[in-house]
């Protein structure tokens, strides 16, 4: 038998109604801060990622679904969606059309990590990209809306982190003072930290692993060495998100994998997912633009991973599914009433009712059986003495009534349904 690819789900319709409303809560947030949809292709050019994210990082280096296809261009399938939402400005000039963009998503994306719970090679993401302003106000903003969708869904155990990265060069600064720190303890150090001090070194703060965690306690910290500009951004942030109530505690190891990264950084955990408890990650990212032959715009966003989202709602027991109904459910009493019965559910659906009717040539009993079985709000009988007379009987099925209708009285049976 054929299955489906280690680390990738089916979303079956017993599921579905889950994501419908999470999908309607960020569709609705977003419309409310004023952020217009954007849907970008599902696979690019190979340079972009390795040119925006960063050689070093994991997913440029070893997470990435890269292939040549027949005209031998490198391609991949999108592992996040910030450089393809750039990419996509500044090939439409969008930024020429109004100072402004504020932008939101909802796609699939497509990372090769060892999966386990919450974290799959196809997965999905919302998010929220900024373009055209310095302002932190964009930044609180941005953090403001990941949490309201959250708390929105229902979700309560979860943490605002935010940190700040400062900007290039007084993060390179800070990489030798942190490497000198390190000089005479790389030995004690993991073997995966001793790969990061020469790719990644800000990685470290990532780590799980006790013993790095130990000599990293009293290591010297990014936000005491950056510059007095993203200091006094930072305090803005603070300063915005207190306005907007939006409880935060600030991390000092918080520094986030990607290299467009500057300034500010943020990540909303969830207390409810066990180990891979990031919902949401983003920060601000002000050359990235320029990094990828635009002109200079500073920008900031973050991306949510819908998967772990849906999962902390089913740990902390909120989303509960309602009962999924239907509206008619036509019971046929006579077989050769096909076309009538088709004609019906037709006019029913033309004006926004749904309908379902037995395909299965059952009896009459069975297919009372398979209206309560899908929750029909309403029964109506289609046949008999009735219908020779011209009309039908339509029941509600939560109270029992039964009410002899006319069929030329359709649209009273339509304003009792609709109601
Ligand atoms: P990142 O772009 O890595 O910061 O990811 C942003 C969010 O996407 C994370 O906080 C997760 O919620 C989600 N995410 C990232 N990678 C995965 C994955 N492999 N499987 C499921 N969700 C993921």
Known sequence: MIKAITGTKDILPSEISKWYLLENTVKNIFSNYNYKEIRTPVFEETLLFSRSIGEGTDIVGKEMYTFSDRSETSITLKPEMTAGVVRAFIEHSL???????KLFY??????????????????????????????????????HIAYEILRNLGLKDVRVKINSLGVPSSRENYKNILRKYLADKKNKLSEESRKRLDSNILRLFDSKIESDQEILRNAPLLIDYIDDES???FEQVKEFLGKLNVPFETDPALVRGLDYYTKTTFEIVSGKVGSQSALVGGGRYDLLAEQLGGDPTPGVGFAAGIERILLACENEGTLNQHDEKIDLYIVKLDK??????LDLALN????????????????????????????????LFLGGEEYKSGSVNLKNMKTGDQKLFALKDFSEMVKIISQ
């Open 95 to 101: 930024g020429k059309q109004q100072p402004l963009n």
């Open 106 to 143: 909802i796609s699939p994306m497509f990372r090769q990590e060892r999966p386990q719970a919450g974290r799959l090679r196809q997965f999905h993401q919302f998010g929220g990209e900024a373009l055209g302003s310095s302002s932190m106000l964009l930044d609180a903003e941005l953090i």
């Open 231 to 233: 200091k006094k951004d």
């Open 336 to 341: 050769d009433l096909t076309s009538e019965l």
């Open 348 to 379: 029913f659906r033309r004006k926004n009712i749904s309908v379902d009717f037995d395909y299965l040539n059952r009896s009459v009993k069975a297919q009372m059986r398979e209206a309560n079985k899908l929750n029909a709000r309403y029964v």
